[in-house]
């Protein structure tokens, strides 16, 4: 089936500092990929999102590109901010023989952003 | 404020106790599902609606049951409730027919099976 891998957190950075979180994804077809954010105590927010190949979605200085040759979706941003900790999660859409579709999510990468 | 509204917060039952977790949301989509989301997996899709009167199966039903009289309402039953069933459970629809507006999720419900 299909499955999102994310880099293990949790991701300790110094304000200012670049971020990569690392995600990779094996699919059939060429689903769509999304970025989550998850504050404490609140539900997921999509970030950016991206629905076919190269395509790059960004969204509050956080970007991502649709890699179909590595099946790649890595998160970058250039300088991180105290108020960008939070729990950050990659998912790709997948159908559903019900005719629906599903989100298929990572375990998670949280990132703590420290003065 | 529009969105998708869940209660309680939070949850406390004993084993073999029944609840529902309700689901709400006034943005009139169409597609509702709920996902637990449990230290170290991710979130996992339990059950699912594509429309008033039709639900379906995710990947982990067990334990659980659904019903959608409402486009707007979209509630968890648990019938006899197990440890196992300790998480946090999210709702989430989406508006459109397409992936592309993604889905927005409610703020959870926090439940501790004792």
């Known amino acids: 089936g299909n499955s999102v891998t994310q880099m293990e957190g949790p991701v300790t950075l110094s304000e200012e500092a670049f971020l990569t979180i690392n995600c990779t994804y094996t699919?059939?077809?060429?689903?769509?990929l999304f970025w989550y954010v998850q504050y404490p105590g609140e539900g997921l927010q999509l970030l950016l999102k991206?629905?076919?190949?190269?395509d790059k979605g960004s969204n509050k200085g956080f970007e991502a590109t649709y890699r179909k040759e590595t099946t790649s979706f890595h998160l970058e941003k250039g300088s991180v901010q105290v108020s960008d900790s939070a729990v950050y999660f990659c998912a790709l859409s997948e159908r559903l023989t019900g005719g629906g579709n599903k989100l298929t999510f990572g375990t998670g990468t949280q990132l703590k952003v420290e003065l | 404020n529009a969105g998708v509204t869940q209660t309680p917060k939070f949850q406390v039952l004993k084993t073999g106790q029944s609840m529902t977790l309700q689901c709400a949301q006034d943005?009139?989509?169409?597609?509702m599902s709920w996902y637990r989301q449990d230290p170290g997996m991710g979130l996992r899709l339990i059950h699912y609606s594509v429309g008033a009167g039709i639900t379906d199966q995710g990947e982990v039903p067990n334990g659980y049951n659904v019903s959608r009289s409402t486009t707007e309402d979209f509630p968890l039953r648990l019938l006899s409730a197990a440890p196992s069933q300790t998480s946090v459970y999210f709702c989430?629809?989406?508006?459109?027919?397409?992936?592309?507006?993604?889905?927005?999720f409610g703020s959870g419900t926090r439940l501790t099976v004792v």
């Open positions: 991206a629905t076919k190949a190269d």
């Open positions: 943005m009139n989509h169409e597609y």
């Open positions: 699919a059939t077809g060429y689903p769509s």
């Open positions: 989430a629809s989406r508006g459109g027919p397409t992936n592309f507006y993604g889905y927005t």
